[in-house]
């Protein structure tokens, strides 16, 4: 079984950054993608970023140029690091690994821009 810890989250000014972390437990990280997920107040749950095994990334266009995506297989843990933080990026924000069929999701770390 799979389980998956964020943290990082907190309250950051605009401009300011933060790094989240994904701990993954469970096999077979390497084979696996792994993405990052945000659901604001009243919002749908949607992707910010992902990356597969082969290191391959994926950005939604509101955070290209602002957030990256790392994963370390040596740790089992995939990083988010978000830069340039705006109001409109407050959230709690989710991990997920996915590998053909079987899908996990994380518990969610609030993540608050405000002045």
């Known amino acids: 079984q799979v389980q998956l810890v964020e943290s990082g989250g907190g309250l950051v000014q605009p401009g300011g950054s933060l790094r989240l972390s994904c701990a993954f437990s469970?096999?077979?990280?390497?084979?696996?993608?792994m993405g990052w997920y945000r659901q604001g107040p009243g919002k749908q749950r949607d992707l910010v970023a992902s990356?597969?095994?082969?290191?391959?990334?994926n950005y939604a266009d509101s955070v290209k140029g602002r957030f990256t995506i790392s994963r370390d297989n040596a740790k089992d843990t995939v990083y988010l690091q978000m830069n340039s933080l705006k109001p409109e990026d407050t959230a709690v924000y989710y991990c997920k690994a996915a590998l053909v069929i079987r899908v996990y999701w994380g518990q969610g770390t609030q993540v608050t821009v405000s002045p």
């Open positions: 469970g096999s077979s990280f390497s084979l696996y993608t």
């Open positions: 990356i597969t095994k082969d290191g391959n990334t």
